[in-house]
């Protein structure tokens, strides 16, 4: 459950729910996508990490309050660790990944704004780790393999609500079968004339209704002869 405030929420959006900088590179067939801001697991360790500076400030300075160095030093350091959650805060709400019916996109960086892109047709594997830390906070990580050797996007972790995005991914790869197949008949002389299948299809079910030709079972197939 999301405890930290999110601009991007992990959910199911129309291209108009999309922000600004996604929706205008978005395809028109692209209607239906998932995604949002990475799990928030990303921000534990910082906001831990800010948390044990500010209970040391509170047990040092009293006990080096003679020094001036040292407590500057003290404060010093918990200022650096509340400008690096910061940082990490901005950076994590904008880091966001969204899987539509043809792409993988994922868009992160504060002053160099970064898109990776990786077509759904190209996923020739995909792992899905999940670690201790992520079946706790309810988060997995992604391994995918791809065509070609330069892979814009390979692992992609903090996946919220992983196992059902994993379905979700799964039903994109196998719903996406095999086009514009052309299918040669063994009797067929010219390859030239093969033909699409569904057309072919077609043709042969319009043949099958009209013909009713014997055919000779003992001729022999025009490749032994």
Do not use: C
Request: hydrophobic fraction near 45%; glycine fraction near 6%; aromatic fraction near 10%.
């Amino acid at each position: 459950m999301a405890f930290l405030p999110q601009r991007w929420p992990w959910r199911d959006r129309t291209p108009a729910e999309m922000p600004s900088e996604i929706r205008n590179k978005l395809a028109n067939t692209e209607q239906s996508i998932r995604g949002g801001q990475i799990h928030q697991a990303t921000m534990y360790e910082p906001i831990t990490t800010a948390v044990l500076g500010l209970i040391a400030v509170i047990v040092l300075v009293p006990r080096v309050s003679g020094s001036p160095v040292l407590v500057n030093f003290v404060f010093l350091g918990f200022l650096a660790l509340l400008v690096r959650l910061l940082w990490l805060w901005i950076e994590w709400n904008r880091s966001l990944i969204f899987f539509t019916g043809y792409r993988i996109i994922y868009v992160h960086g504060v002053i160099t704004r970064q898109v990776a892109m990786l077509p759904i047709g190209k996923v020739t594997d995909m792992r899905y780790d999940r670690t201790p830390d992520g079946m706790v906070f309810g988060y997995g990580k992604f391994i995918i393999e791809s065509a070609g050797q330069d892979q814009a996007l390979r692992v992609i972790n903090f996946v919220p609500q992983p196992d059902e995005t994993y379905r979700h991914i799964q039903n994109l790869l196998f719903s996406k079968g095999t086009q514009n197949v052309n299918i040669i008949d063994v009797n067929m002389l010219d390859k030239r004339k093969a033909i699409p299948v569904e057309v072919r299809n077609k043709i042969r079910q319009a043949n099958q209704s009209q013909d009713t030709t014997v055919v000779d079972e003992n001729r022999r197939p025009w490749w032994s002869e």
